[in-house]
C-alpha cells in the first residue's frame, strides 16, 4: 500500500481523491469486525462502509462536474444506488463489494 495521504484527508480534486480511495486502503478483510473508528489502523481497510461513503460522495461530485465518461456513467449510477440501499447497510462487506468499488474507481480513472 502507498500511503500518500493519511485516510484523514481532504482535498478538491475528485479525482485525485478517487485515487486515493483506490490505491491507499486495504482490499482484505480483516477477520474482527471493524466498526466506526477503533483505531488509525482500522482506518486503511476498504470494508469500512464509511469508505464506501466517501467512494460514493466522491463519485456524486464527479458527475456532477462531468469527470466520469460518458460510458460508464449509468454503471457509477447503478453503484451509488447499491450503496444507497438499506440491503448494504444492513450486511457486512462482501468481497464483491469492494471488487465493485475497485471497478467502478478504475472505470471513472479511465485506468481499465
Known amino acids: 500500500m502507498v500511503n500518500r495521504r ?3 484527508w481532504s482535498s478538491d480534486n475528485t479525482l485525485d481523491n478517487l485515487v486515493h480511495l483506490r490505491d491507499d486502503f486495504l482490499d482484505e478483510i480483516p477477520t474482527k469486525i471493524i466498526h466506526g473508528k477503533h483505531g488509525a489502523a482500522d ?3 476498504k470494508v469500512r462502509k464509511n469508505w464506501f461513503q466517501k467512494v460514493h460522495g466522491e463519485i456524486r461530485i ?3 462536474e ?3 465518461p460518458a460510458n460508464v456513467v449509468e454503471q457509477a449510477l447503478e453503484f451509488c444506488r447499491q450503496i ?9 462487506t462482501q468481497p464483491e463489494d469492494i471488487q465493485s468499488a475497485n471497478k467502478i474507481i ?3 480513472l479511465q485506468r481499465k
Not at 85 to 91: I, L, P, Q
Open 6 to 8: 493519511s485516510p484523514e
Open 84 to 92: 444507497e440501499s438499506e440491503d448494504f447497510h444492513k450486511r457486512l
Open 62 to 64: 464527479a458527475k456532477m
Open 66 to 68: 462531468n469527470l466520469i
Open 106 to 108: 478504475d472505470l471513472i
Open 43 to 45: 482506518l486503511v481497510y
